[in-house]
Structure formats: C-alpha cells, structure tokens
C-alpha cells in the first residue's frame, strides 16, 4: 500500500508539474487533420507538455483563459483561404484578450497570418515556396537567429530541422525581401546548406500586452517523413518551453535590420593613463630558433598567429587584415613616414624593404638616405592582441603616420549588415582609438605608448593632409577609418598596440593596457612559447639541413592553427588568408579570411600528425571540441565558423573522429578520457551504421555528405573508396577502444564489420581491368573506375592485399599522377583533367603527403621521401617558412585560396614521423615500434622526445662501414 502511494504521489506530481498547452481546431477536422494529429502525438510523447484540443466552442466558453492553459498554439499546415470559422470575431477576439492578459501564443505555418487577423502585426506576411530537392546529399532546410536564441537552445544557434525524405516543394509564410515586421522582433531567417537567407525572416516574436506570441512560418511539418525529425522536436520543444518562461535568463540576440550607421560615442576617462615618459625600448631580436630572410619583399604572403588574433598581409608593406576571432578588427593597416627636411610622406607600402621571419615575429626593414626604420609585427600566443614595434635610426626627426580602417566584419556566413552600427571613440586616457558596435560585444583598442601630434577618425575612405593637418575624405562605406602622427626623435622606438575581443569594450581595453604597458613582454612571451614547443616535440635532426629546417617549420606552422575563440571553444582550424581570395559567399563584403575557422575532417586528419609529435593536450582539446558539437544523431560537423554557425555536409568527419578517438587512446594510453567520451564516441558510430540504408556494410554519401569531392567530373558517389576507408579503420578502432572498456559483444561486431568492409574494399572496389581501386560505388551497384589519389588512404589504412597496394603506388610514381612537386588528384591523361581544378587536376599537399604514407608503408622509400620533400620544401618559395593549401597541376605555383594551411604542414610531419621513422605507438600495451627508411646518404639521424603515455624516448641511428647502429635513451 505505502509503495502504491508513493508511485501515485510522484506520478500526480509529475503531472502537476506539466505545462497545460492547448492545440485549436476551429474547423472541428482534427480527425481528418494529419498535421493536428502528428502535433497532439509529439507533445503526448514528451514529458513536458499535457496536451489538449481546443474546439472553437471551447474558445468560447467563459473558462477560457490563462489560468486554463499556459500556452495555445495555433497550428495550420492547409494553404486554403481562413475559414469564417477561423475567422470569427467572437473567437479572435477571446484568443487577443488571453494574449493581453499574459497567455502565450505560438503559431506554426499558415496560422502566421493570423499575425494580422488578431491585430498584432501591420505588416501582412506572404508566402513563397522552395525546394527541397536531393541533389546528393540531402533536403537540408532550417531556421537560423542572429548569434544565439533559446528556440535553437542545444542546437548551436540554428537547425536544420526539415529534411524531407522524397523530393518536394515546401511552403514558406514570413516576410521577405525589403517587407520587414514593424511590431516584433526577428528570432530565425531561412538557413539552407551554408548560407544565410537573412532577408527571409521567418521566425518573429511579439510582446503584447503582458502575454507573448512567437510565429514560426516554415518547416515546422510534423507528419512528413523528415529525417530531421529529431531536431525538428528539439526546436518546437524549444519554442514551448520558451514561451512557457523556461528560458528568461538566457541571452537573446535578434536580426536587426536598421540601416546602418557610423556614430561617434563618448568613452570615460579611467584612472590608466600613458605619458610621453613612458618611452618604447628596442627590443633583442637574435632570435636562436629559426630565421628566413629576403632581400627584397615581394607581394607574397606572411601571417603572425596566436590563439586569438590573426594577423596577415604582404611582404611589401602594411597589414591587410587583423582578426580577432570572430571578426575582423582591423583592415588596411598603412604607415608612412615623413623626414623633418621635407614635407613628402613616405608611404611604406611602395617600398621594397628587406624581411626577416622569425616563429614570433615578421620584420621589415627599410632604408632611406641617412635614416633605417626597422617594423617588427607579432601577435601574442594566447590574448587577443598584437603589436607593431618601430625603431627608427636617423640624422634627423622624423613623423611616423600612421592608418587604418575598421569595417567590423562578423566572419562569414553572416553578411556585412549585421551589426548596424560602427561606433568609434579616442580614449583620452590610453591614447587610444576604441572602436565598437551597437551589442558593445566586439571591440578594437588601436593606440601607441606615447600621445600622437594628432589625430583623426570617423566614417572616412581616406586622409589628405592639408596644410599639415589630415582630413579624412566621407564615405558612404559601412567602415571607420583613422589617422595618428607620432613624432620621432633621431634615435626612437615606437609600438603600436591592438587589441580586439568579442567579450566587450572594457575588456578589450584591459587588453589594451595589458600589452601598452610592456610591448616587449608580449613579444618575448611569444618567443619563449615558440622555443619551449619545439623543445617539448618530437624532433628530426638529419644530415640534411633543409630537411631539419622545413620539418621545424612544418611544427610551427601546424601550431599556429591552434585557435580559442572566447564561447566557442580551442581547437584547430583549416588556412589562413585574406579576404581577398576565394569564395566571397555573395556578400557584398567578404567574411571569409581563408579557411580560418574550425573543419571537422581538416582537424581529424591534421591531429594525426600532433599525435605523432607528442602534443596530447591539444588532440583530446579537438576531440572535446567535437564532442561538444556532435549533431543530435551523432553526426561530427565538417564546418564550425567562428561566428557560431554549424554545417554537418560532410560524411567523413564522423568516421575519422572515430579514428582520431582510438588513435588518441594508442599514443596517450588516456582510457578514463575515452570511458568519459564512449557516450558520444558511441553515438558516432551509430550515426555510420544508420547511413548504411542499402545493408552493403559500407556508409554512404547519398543523402549524408561528401566525403571527399565536393563538385566536379567526380561529382557525385555513393560511397568513395576513401570513406568505406575511413569506414573499416573506424571500425577497428572502435573495436580496441570497446576491448579496453571490456565491451566484448561490441568489440566483436565491429571487428567482425572491420573484416567484412576491409573484404569489400580489397576486392569488390578493386578494378582488375586497370589495376587500381574504383573511386567509387554508384547507387547503381556499379563502380566508378576513374583512378585518384583517393585509393592511396586504403593502402596507408592497410585495406590492400599487398599485391595490389604495390600497383597503387607504383601508379603514384608515374608522371601521370606525380608532378616534380607533388601528386594530382587524378592522372594527367584522365578527360577531366584540369590542372587548376580543385578536385580535377591540382596538387594537394594532402594528397602528397597520402601518397607518401602509402608508399613509406609498401616498401617505395625514395618516392615517399620524394614526395615528402616535394610538402616540405614549399617552405621556401612563396609564404616563408609555411606551406600552401593547393598547387597548380602543371606548372609550380599556388593554385588555392590559403598561402598556409594546417593539413598542408601536418603532411611533412605525418610522413616523416609515420612513414620515414616507421613509428607506431601502442601504449595500452606500453610498446613503440620502429621501421626506419632513411635516405641511404644519411650517415646519422637524430630522433628526440617519441612520446607514449608520459614518457619519452630519445633514438638515434648511426651509420658505420658495415653495420647500422640503433641507441635508444627513455628521458622521461
């Protein structure tokens, strides 16, 4: 009897404790209403929400009221004309009355337009239909808001919550275009693949009275099949809950679409303050790392990169660009320096200085008659800020000018508009220009540690100097630009100091103060970062010096994409490169700089290497990172901007998080970190085996992603040879993590789902006609035979007969594929061919650095090595000391959007490490092993800190008349 009690007791409490909504069937066809159904069963199988259906009769009674029910949610997916039933004055005014007094109201689809019917909104909305078609890899539709709002709580600021399973047309109701609701606010705008639709607004919220209404015009179908369906339910929940007050303390952002303004704005006074006493010093630049110089800057590439801040320009002069994770702070950076014996400014960026490029810094030298001016540009390793350091050396005084623009630009797929405003102050107290937007969220402090002669800054293109005083030229650009003079002494050092922050003014401007205080220290805090990460990592010592250097810069330059945007999280993104190359994503302004923000196969496939060199503490961050973002279903995303916004349109991110999973456990032997992360690591390989609808063993593309080729001839697969690759090592890793765990019944079915897709892929993809593994299965059942660089991950991933791996890489060496710096993505000869295509004909340091893997691990030494060196000596041509994304396929040159891309370095490290050294480490089993290759010309090789578990191990080879000697030392 007492337990019959408690149970009725905790059930009537739950009960109680759920939100009473009612759904309205004005026409009394709920029995005939497919869409009212599927909406009463969804929120039956919550635990929230006690649903009941209102008729209009029930409207009417005199108990209906916000005391009956918390929420109403009017629900119509029937495009016909209102009923005058649905329309009836007696019932509309009953529904305005609750809203006044505090009810909410959530209107789904057509029901939209009941906007205007209640008097709530004068702007009518209209209606206009879109496809959702599968031109692949999915229908993917969804909603989208300004940063972050509850409704997409748990789902990283935006959805795709309709993905229907057979091709159709789908009906939107909102505002579209320049029609814009004059009384509520916008939440969501269409989202479709990777692009913002931020002129469909077609989520808006409506304060009215003491009650809310929140009007959703899209995708909210609850009885179309939709493979989105889980996310659909999350996002209705959302909104629900929302309404019902389980959110009001969270922060909400909404699309504003105010014309936008420049404005100055009035910043206090801070008891901070910077006097002309406080004098810059010279710094000590004999750097004992590494250094790359030239005599002559060209219009080549350069970056300076830290955790937090980006920045980039020409060798020539200036700094295009300054990012500070997820904006862009600063642009167009100029100096011009004016001698006291003439009234002619210099403007550096015509000039053709000497550089010097050291892991902390880049530096220019210039030489004017009886005058040198040395700028040092570094960027702190960890703080959002960066300084531009001056030493000036002359017979005479000079003036050092200096400018800039600021456009705000948030990082792509948001367009230019959306921060409506520009705001911009001089800090009297700091000496330094502040510049913000309306949120006060994003903020740029630009300043120097002495007070300018003078001064300018607001909405200017540029400056002319009249009668010795700048005026700046107006424009009608959504951008600030500024000017600051400074005078130098004969023998004078200045720093220019930048900070920028997503996380408001006041704590950008402690930024500020932090690095204006000592400049110095921030650059030698770089310095000392840089010296204790390569002595922290695995190190080659060869008798080949420019082996030595390019693999140190390859560490470096793999380093670098290490990034911590402040709300998003610290891992690894893909290239860096202005906005001025690549796809401008059909923004008026660009907002992509390069590649630099997070990817999920880049990540994955560049941490292979940062295991390999023994920096653990970054991978398990990444694989964190993906945990953290792992889809609802389990997927892994392929692209994460900066910004926030989330893309899952790829199919083999989610396998080689798998793998990287497994690897990390191999190398650290950090099984509590995997038990921790078995949950999600679980999810993703569920996630695999449900894309496998035709039951053939092997994930798919269709209707998942691409899992390699994104357009082109090869355009589109079923399954590629290189995700079924994926697949199969996936698998066999998440056999070994379940035998650590003491899985054993998982543990055998993957392992025996290992053996069967490794089967599939040694004979059913292989192609005995060319001797060479097929591309890819079509949804046909057939092969597509086309020969790609692509087979060369089966073979490093041991997926071959050994046969059969030899012919693949024999393929490899021949000219067809291997040009003299590097391997197409296809053969010469193939009739889609082209040498600048980027999946038809160009050379990937990727896929370089896969070839080598393979043909290191199938006995082709040389022409791994080759290859290696093909990635490696790019350090030398173009960006100094770091490598390009993609190379043209018949002649040298760049052929991509990014001068330095991470998965470009990590494929010298991997295929030197891996390949070259033969390394393979087994810490669950404490146990290293070693194939060596080494040139036959080298007399010794040097190997420093293999890492396993926390221990590491020193080697090195010696070659002597006769014989080969091997002497290991544990350091550690």
């Not at 190997?943 to 080697?955: A, H, K, M, P, V």
Request: hydrophobic share 35%; aromatic share 14%; charged share 25%.
């Amino acid at each position: 009897m007492r337990k019959s009690l408690v149970l009725f007791l905790l059930l009537s409490s739950f009960i109680l404790s759920q939100t009473k909504i009612a759904l309205l069937d004005l026409n009394n066809s709920f029995n005939k209403n497919s869409e009212l159904q599927s909406a009463i069963k969804f929120l039956e199988q919550t635990e929230e929400f006690k649903p009941t259906l209102l008729k209009k009769n029930d409207i009417l009674h005199s108990q209906f009221s916000i005391l009956n029910y918390r929420l109403l949610w009017l629900h119509r997916a029937d495009s016909t004309q209102f009923t005058s039933e649905e329309t009836d004055p007696r019932v509309i005014s009953k529904i305005k009355q609750y809203v006044n007094e505090g009810g909410k109201l959530f209107l789904t689809l057509d029901a939209v337009k009941y906007l205007n019917i209640l008097g709530f909104e004068t702007e009518t909305p209209t209606v206009q239909y879109v496809d959702a078609i599968d031109d692949g890899y999915g229908r993917k539709l969804g909603l989208h808001s300004f940063r972050m709002h509850p409704v997409f709580n748990g789902l990283n600021g935006g959805a795709y919550i309709f993905n229907p399973t057979v091709d159709m047309k789908t009906r939107q109701i909102g505002f579209f275009g320049s029609s814009i609701p004059q009384n509520g606010k916008v939440v969501a705008v269409d989202w479709s693949y990777i692009t913002l639709k931020e002129d469909s607004k077609l989520v808006i919220e409506y304060s009215i009275g003491k009650g809310t209404v929140l009007a959703v015009g899209a995708y909210t179908h609850y009885s179309i099949p939709n493979n989105s369906r889980q996310h659909l339910e999350m996002f209705t929940n959302n909104c629900l809950d929302y309404l019902s007050g389980k959110f009001d303390t969270r922060i909400k952002y909404y699309w504003n679409y105010k014309t936008n303004n420049v404005l100055e704005f009035s910043i206090p006074n801070s008891q901070f303050s910077i006097s002309d006493n406080d004098k810059s010093k010279p710094w000590n630049t004999k750097s004992e790392i590494l250094l790359l110089t030239n005599q002559f800057a060209s219009d080549n590439f350069w970056n300076v990169a830290g955790e937090r801040m980006l920045v980039m320009g020409k060798e020539k002069g200036g700094i295009d660009e300054i990012w500070a994770h997820p904006f862009m702070a600063l642009r167009d950076y100029e100096v011009g320096i004016q001698f006291s014996f003439n009234d002619s400014v210099y403007w550096l960026n015509v000039e053709r200085p000497q550089i010097e490029v050291r892991p902390e810094s880049f530096t220019r030298i210039y030489k004017f008659n009886r005058a040198y001016l040395t700028e040092i540009v570094t960027s702190s390793k960890d703080k959002p800020s960066a300084v531009v350091h001056y030493e000036y050396r002359g017979v005479y005084p000079a003036k050092l000018v200096v400018k800039f623009k600021s456009n705000m630009r948030f990082m792509w797929p948001y367009s230019e508009k959306v921060f409506n405003s520009i705001e911009y102050a001089w800090d009297e107290s700091s000496n330094n220009f502040v510049i913000t937007e309306e949120s006060g969220d994003h903020a740029v402090c630009v300043g120097a540690n002495r007070k300018p002669e003078q001064r300018a800054i607001g909405r200017y293109t540029n400056f002319e100097k009249k009668d010795s005083v700048y005026k700046g030229t107006t424009t009608n650009e959504f951008s600030v630009a500024a000017v600051a003079q400074y005078n130098l002494d004969m023998n004078d050092n200045l720093d220019i100091v930048i900070a920028a922050t997503n996380e408001g003014v006041e704590t950008t401007r402690r930024f500020f103060r932090d690095a204006v205080i000592n400049p110095e220290k921030l650059f030698v805090d770089t310095y000392e970062y840089y010296r204790e990460f390569l002595n922290r990592s695995l190190k080659i010592t060869t008798p080949d010096k420019d082996f030595n250097e390019g693999y140190l810069w390859s560490l470096l330059g793999t380093d670098r994409f290490f990034v911590n945007t402040p709300g998003i999280g610290k891992a690894l993104v893909a290239g860096y490169s202005t906005t001025a190359k690549g796809w401008n994503g059909g923004h008026k302004v660009n907002g992509r700089p390069g590649y630099a923000w997070y990817f999920g196969r880049d990540a994955v496939w560049s941490s292979f290497a940062l295991l390999d060199y023994g920096d653990f503490e970054k991978v398990k961050s990444q694989l964190q990172f993906f945990n953290k973002y792992q889809d609802l279903n389990g997927k892994i995303f392929h692209e994460l901007t900066t910004s926030g916004a989330v893309h899952y349109d790829a199919s083999d991110a989610t396998p080689l998080y798998i793998i990287l999973a497994g690897r990390y456990l191999l190398h650290s032997g950090d099984i509590e970190f995997i038990k921790e992360t078995w949950t999600n690591i679980k999810k993703a390989i569920d996630f695999c085996f449900s894309t496998d609808t035709d039951k053939d063993h092997l994930i798919e593309n269709t209707n998942v992603g691409h899992g390699w080729v994104e357009g082109g001839g090869l355009y589109t697969a079923h399954t590629e040879v290189y995700l079924a690759a994926c697949w199969a090592e996936a698998l066999r890793m998440a056999s070994i993590m379940a035998e650590r765990l003491m899985y054993s019944e998982e543990c055998k079915m993957y392992n025996d789902e290992y053996v069967i897709v490794k089967k599939i892929i040694n004979e059913e993809f292989w192609n005995e006609g060319n001797k060479f593994l097929s591309f890819s299965k079509l949804k046909d059942g057939k092969f597509n035979p086309e020969k790609t660089v692509l087979a060369a991950v089966p073979v490093y991933f041991d997926m071959l007969d050994y046969s059969k791996a030899q012919n693949v890489i024999d393929d490899y060496a021949e000219n067809y594929f291997s040009a003299d710096w590097g391997v197409r993505i296809l053969r010469d000869d193939s009739p889609i061919y082209n040498p600048r295509g980027y999946h038809t004909g160009s050379v990937w340091p990727l896929f370089t650095g896969w070839s080598a893997l393979a043909e290191f691990k199938y006995g082709n030494s040389l022409q791994g090595f080759t290859h290696m060196m093909n990635n490696l000596l790019v350090y030398k041509n173009w960006q100094l000391g770091f490598i390009e994304e993609v190379l043209h396929g018949s002649e040298y040159r760049p052929s991509g959007v990014c001068s330095h891309q991470c998965w470009s370095q990590t494929m010298v490290l991997q295929p030197a490490i891996e390949g070259m050294l033969g390394l393979k480490v087994d810490a669950l089993n404490n146990q290293i092993i070693l194939s060596p290759r080494f040139p036959a010309d080298w007399s010794f090789a040097k190997i420093e800190r293999i890492r396993i578990n926390d221990s590491l191990i020193d080697c090195e080879m010696n070659r002597e008349t006769g014989k080969t000697v091997f002497t290991f030392q544990q350091i550690h």
